[in-house]
Structures are given as structure tokens and as C-alpha cells.
């Protein structure tokens, strides 16, 4: 299991309207489950908004899990190229033995 840094969002409802807040948690992971990496663009510069305290040159990370008929995507704080090595997928050069 790898432990990352999950982005949760929270719709919030005023009387001006709905937004959505953002915080953060820690998730643990299994590698042998993980399908896909990708970068997430869409909402990062909401998330940075609502959480003030991150670098502003900070990249989120959506990671699909396989779980039975449906996935899970979890997004994360890091570069899909960090996230990949943090679980082993990416930059590991497997080769066959000759036996």
C-alpha cells in the first residue's frame, strides 16, 4: 500500500449559492489495483483557490482504481510522473532473465 494525498471536495450551499470547497487526507492506495494515471488541469486552479496554503505551482494528479463493474478516481497532489514512482508504476525497468 502507498500512502498519497487525496483532494476532497465539499459542496457548500449559501444564500448567494453553491460552491465547493476543497481539504485534504491522507488515502493509501494498492499499486496492483491502480489502472491509470493522469493529470488534472480542469479544476486545479479552484483547488488552489479554496486551499490557500499550497505552492501555487502545485499539479493534481487523478488516479483510477479498479474496484469489481466500477472504478474509483482519486485525485492527488503531485505530478503523474511522481505519483507513477511513488507506486511503482513508472520509471521501473523490468527485464526477463535469461534462464
Same mark, same amino acid.
Given at each position: 500500500?502507498? +500512502?498519497?494525498?487525496?483532494?476532497? %471536495? %465539499? /459542496?457548500?450551499?449559501?444564500?448567494?449559492? /453553491? &460552491?465547493?470547497?476543497?481539504?485534504?487526507?491522507?488515502? &493509501?492506495? /494498492?499499486?496492483?489495483?491502480?489502472?491509470?494515471?493522469?493529470?488534472?488541469?480542469?479544476? %486545479?486552479?479552484?483547488?488552489?483557490?479554496?486551499? +490557500? *496554503?499550497? *505552492?501555487?505551482? $502545485?499539479? &493534481? $494528479? +487523478?488516479?483510477?482504481? %479498479?474496484?469489481?463493474?466500477?472504478?474509483? *478516481?482519486?485525485?492527488?497532489?503531485?505530478?503523474?510522473?511522481?505519483?507513477?514512482? +511513488?507506486?511503482?508504476?513508472?520509471?521501473?525497468?523490468?527485464?526477463?532473465?535469461?534462464?
Amino acid at each position: 500500500m502507498v +500512502k498519497l494525498v487525496e483532494v476532497c %471536495a %465539499a /459542496n457548500r450551499y449559501t444564500s448567494s449559492g /453553491n &460552491f465547493k470547497e476543497y481539504s485534504l487526507r491522507e488515502v &493509501f492506495v /494498492n499499486p496492483e489495483h491502480v489502472v491509470c494515471i493522469r493529470e488534472e488541469q480542469r479544476t %486545479a486552479n479552484v483547488i488552489r483557490e479554496s486551499l +490557500k *496554503d499550497l *505552492d501555487p505551482r $502545485t499539479r &493534481f $494528479t +487523478k488516479v483510477h482504481v %479498479a474496484g469489481g463493474q466500477h472504478g474509483l *478516481d482519486i485525485l492527488v497532489i503531485g505530478e503523474p510522473a511522481s505519483i507513477g514512482e +511513488k507506486l511503482g508504476i513508472v520509471g521501473t525497468a523490468k527485464t526477463l532473465l535469461k534462464g
